[in-house]
């Protein structure tokens, strides 16, 4: 079964710092692109940042840009979340998904950006 | 950046009766390959998304053939022939054709 499994998420200050993971099972990790989304409480879905395959080429939305670092390990099958300076308006729920076309997500985790 | 724009945003229904939402890109969606990016989720209380249909028309694995897609460049529509009590949610269109990857705002179907 494929399967996308996040964590890392939290309470965490303004200008804070905080790592994001999802584990990946069941389907060729290192020949899919993967996505991170977030979904701010009570709001719609809003696309964060995507990476190829062999994480050579990387997206990021302007809102996270020089702020997160989307990053994978295929040996792992792991993608990940750096997120860096944080604000109040990242808090969202974060969910990975897979390919650039999105046919599998994962249950998402929390990120509560607050003092 | 493309807007994509979905109407209505929110959607009343009788359930047994169709329902119809609609989403238009302010770009052309058809990519360089001559593929047409154009997908849509459902998104349930308290679920993750998943997605139904991808490439404007395509169903996923496990989606009912009540749900169908239809629409090319600009102008695309979801369709459910009979809405049924589990396809009550909130609904979004997202292309893929062009950098950033962008969503529609949400269309919500709720009970009449």
């Known amino acids: 079964e494929v399967q996308l499994l996040e964590s890392g998420g939290g309470l965490i200050q303004p200008g804070g710092s905080l790592s994001l993971s999802c584990a990946a099972s069941?389907?060729?990790?290192?020949?899919?692109?993967m996505n991170w989304v977030r979904q701010a409480p009570g709001k719609g879905l809003e696309w964060v940042s995507a990476?190829?395959?062999?994480?050579?080429?990387?997206y990021s939305a302007d809102s996270v840009k020089g702020r997160f670092t989307i990053s994978r390990d295929n040996s792992k099958n792991t993608l990940y979340l750096q997120m860096n300076s944080l604000r109040a308006e990242d808090t969202a729920v974060y969910y990975c998904?897979?390919?650039?076309?999105?046919?599998?997500w994962g249950k998402g985790v929390t990120v509560t950006v607050s003092s | 950046d493309v807007v994509m724009t979905q109407s209505p945003l929110s959607l009343p229904v009788t359930l047994g009766q169709p329902a119809s939402i609609s989403c238009r890109s302010s770009?052309?969606?058809?990519?360089?390959?001559?593929?047409?990016?154009l997908n849509w989720f459902q998104q349930r209380p308290g679920q993750s998304p998943r997605r139904l249909i991808y490439?404007?028309?395509n169903r996923d694995s496990g989606v009912p053939d009540r749900f169908s897609g239809s629409g090319s460049g600009t102008d695309f529509t979801l369709k459910i022939s009979r809405v049924e009590a589990e396809d009550l949610g909130v609904y979004y269109c997202?292309?893929?054709?062009?950098?950033?990857?962008?969503f529609g705002g949400g269309t919500r179907v709720e009970i009449k």
């Open positions: 998904a897979k390919a650039y076309n999105m046919d599998v």
């Open positions: 069941g389907f060729t990790f290192s020949t899919s692109n």
């Open positions: 990476i190829s395959n062999s994480g050579g080429n990387t």
């Open positions: 770009q052309s969606l058809v990519y360089s390959d001559g593929n047409t990016y």
């Open positions: 490439k404007v028309s």
């Open positions: 997202m292309q893929a054709a062009h950098w950033p990857l962008t």
